[in-house]
């Protein structure tokens, strides 16, 4: 338990300190964890017998994340040009492999920059959501105090009150009474944000808690399935007593691009 608190304690200040450091070091920072986070993927489903584009994949994921991130500080959006280009390298890199499922592997490579890629994209996309090219940590890092206050009150009300199972099937922890709570929490994270972080209003901040707290949990929910069908308990080892990256960040890679959806729909 104590080692369990050091390093969530750590994660959270590296977390936080990453909005705060300025755009570049926030840049960065998201670009190297969602190729962590890739590749404790492909990590993942190779202990099932897959055998995804390692290589390719990453470098897809690393130009994915870099144009994207990229095209917030300058036009960078016709370089994107490269990567159909690079993502066709993928089924051809299967080609030369001797395998018995190729398109297994070519599916899980492309699934990969799906579910780790993909939403750190539009995470890092909600610190320029005010259209003006402006860098603001208010969006980003509002978004994970709320996604960790739905993820404590959730835990805190679950174990306390829990009767009622949520999802049995694939979380056998999670209770209905835990979903409540931690929709409470974060709502009331919202609230609180609103005071502070002006540029959206309370009802806004209420909305975007709503989302994080519903998609945060089928988040969840989903990567103990895909855990589960693996027969794999933790998605990794890197963070003592948390597990993998895909553990920490289940909830952030559903939620983060509904709510830049909502964001940029408010916004423009």
């Given at each position: 338990?104590?080692?369990?608190?050091?390093?969530?304690?750590?994660?959270?200040?590296?977390?936080?300190?990453?909005?705060?450091?300025?755009?570049?070091?926030?840049?960065?920072?998201?670009?190297?964890?969602?190729?962590?986070?890739?590749?404790?993927?492909?990590?993942?489903?190779?202990?099932?017998?897959?055998?995804?584009?390692?290589?390719?994949?990453?470098?897809?994921?690393?130009?994915?994340?870099?144009?994207?991130?990229?095209?917030?500080?300058?036009?960078?959006?016709?370089?994107?040009?490269?990567?159909?280009?690079?993502?066709?390298?993928?089924p051809i890199g299967e080609l030369y492999k001797k395998s018995t499922a190729p398109f297994t592997n070519i599916g899980f490579t492309y699934l990969g920059l799906l579910m780790a890629v993909v939403p750190f994209m539009f995470f890092h996309a909600m610190a320029f959501t005010r259209g003006d090219g402006v860098f603001n940590f208010h969006m980003p890092l509002g978004f994970l105090i709320m996604l960790w206050s739905n993820d404590t009150g959730a835990y805190l009300v679950?174990?306390?009150?829990?009767?009622?199972?949520?999802?049995?099937?694939?979380?056998?922890?999670?209770?209905?009474?835990?979903?409540?709570?931690?929709?409470?929490?974060?709502?009331?994270?919202?609230?609180?944000?609103?005071?502070?972080?002006?540029?959206?209003?309370?009802?806004?901040?209420?909305?975007?808690?709503?989302?994080?707290?519903?998609?945060?949990?089928?988040?969840?929910?989903?990567?103990?399935?895909?855990?589960?069908?693996?027969?794999?308990?933790?998605?990794?080892?890197?963070?003592?007593?948390?597990?993998?990256?895909?553990?920490?960040?289940?909830?952030?890679?559903?939620?983060?691009?509904?709510?830049?959806?909502?964001?940029?729909?408010?916004?423009?």
């Open positions: 338990m104590k080692q369990r608190a050091i390093t969530g304690l750590f994660f959270i200040i590296v977390m936080i300190g990453s909005n705060l450091l300025g755009p570049y070091v926030f840049s960065v920072f998201y670009l190297l964890l969602s190729l962590f986070c890739l590749l404790e993927f492909y990590k993942l489903v190779k202990q099932g017998g897959m055998q995804p584009e390692l290589f390719t994949g990453a470098l897809a994921g690393v130009i994915m994340f870099f144009f994207f991130a990229a095209n917030c500080y300058f036009p960078a959006y016709k370089y994107i040009i490269l990567l159909p280009i690079l993502l066709s390298f993928i679950g174990s306390k009150f829990g009767r009622n199972k949520l999802f049995e099937r694939h979380s056998p922890k999670k209770s209905w009474e835990g979903f409540i709570g931690g929709i409470l929490i974060c709502a009331l994270a919202a609230y609180i944000l609103s005071r502070f972080y002006t540029e959206y209003n309370c009802f806004d901040w209420i909305i975007m808690s709503l989302i994080i707290s519903n998609f945060g949990t089928m988040g969840d929910l989903v990567e103990s399935m895909f855990k589960r069908s693996l027969n794999v308990k933790d998605s990794g080892g890197i963070l003592p007593g948390h597990g993998g990256l895909l553990d920490r960040f289940d909830g952030l890679l559903m939620a983060a691009p509904i709510v830049y959806a909502y964001l940029y729909l408010i916004s423009n």
